[in-house]
């Protein structure tokens, strides 16, 4: 069964650190995978994208995030916290559902706190 | 740009009652759908379309009716609200093509059951 695993469910920080946040996967083939952010009261916005090539990929508000294929991972990173940072972060991959159409699945979210 | 508008924001319903979410887009997206969001559950796909007068069922669809009958438009029902149904329900749209599907959502409208 395709899944997406987020095994924090919060990920605390001092302001100026560096943040990981952990995301697996199990998807059949090669997966597109993705970073989501959500601050309060918002919806979900897109951070990044892993379609091919380099695994390594940049994104917004200097996020980048790195792909493992032989770990089956795709962890959220960011050298120098924020407290701007704190906020939902969701992991997603791109499946195909029963009907042929391709579709996302979300990990349940983990809550990144990033302290002064 | 407003991208993606939902209305309401927030409703209260008794159970048994019957709403209607509204999804709006303006970015001519084929694609548009419907996701719960409950704690630790993360987002659930309740259904979708693939462009105007197509709908889909998704992982939860089960006391809720769509329909999408303007491209830009996507609106989700409760016939009978339960109190199963207290979440906060996201749209989002898409414009399918090569590569990835990035997905652009709504603020979100809260919907509690009593």
């Known amino acids: 069964a395709q899944s997406v695993a987020q095994p924090e469910d919060q990920v605390n920080v001092a302001e100026g650190n560096p943040l990981t946040v952990k995301c697996t996967y199990s998807?059949?083939?090669?997966?597109?995978l993705f970073w989501y952010v959500q601050y309060p009261n918002r919806g979900l916005q897109f951070l990044l994208k892993?379609?091919?090539?380099?695994?390594l990929v940049k994104g917004s508000y200097g996020f980048e995030a790195e792909f493992n294929k032989s770990q089956t991972s795709f962890h959220l990173k960011k050298p120098s916290a924020l407290v701007s940072d704190s906020a939902l972060y969701f992991c997603a991959v791109e499946g195909w559902f029963s009907g042929g159409y391709n579709k996302l699945i979300f990990g349940a979210g983990t809550r990144l706190a990033v302290h002064p | 740009n407003a991208g993606v508008t939902q209305t309401p924001k927030f409703r209260v319903l008794k159970t048994g009652q019957s709403m209607t979410l509204l999804c709006a887009q303006d970015m001519n997206h084929e694609y548009m759908y419907w996701y719960r969001q409950d704690p630790g559950m993360g987002l659930r796909l309740i259904h979708y379309?693939?462009?105007?007068?197509?709908?889909a069922k998704g992982e939860v669809p089960d006391g809720y009716n769509v329909s999408r009958l303007k491209k830009q438009n996507f609106l989700l029902g409760l016939e009978s609200a339960a109190p199963s149904q207290t979440s906060v329900y996201f749209c989002a749209s898409s414009r399918p093509g090569a590569g990835a599907n990035v997905l652009t959502f709504g603020a979100g409208s809260r919907l509690t059951v009593l």
């Open positions: 998807v059949s083939g090669n997966p597109y």
């Open positions: 379309s693939v462009g105007e007068g197509t709908t």
């Open positions: 892993y379609i091919t090539g380099d695994n």
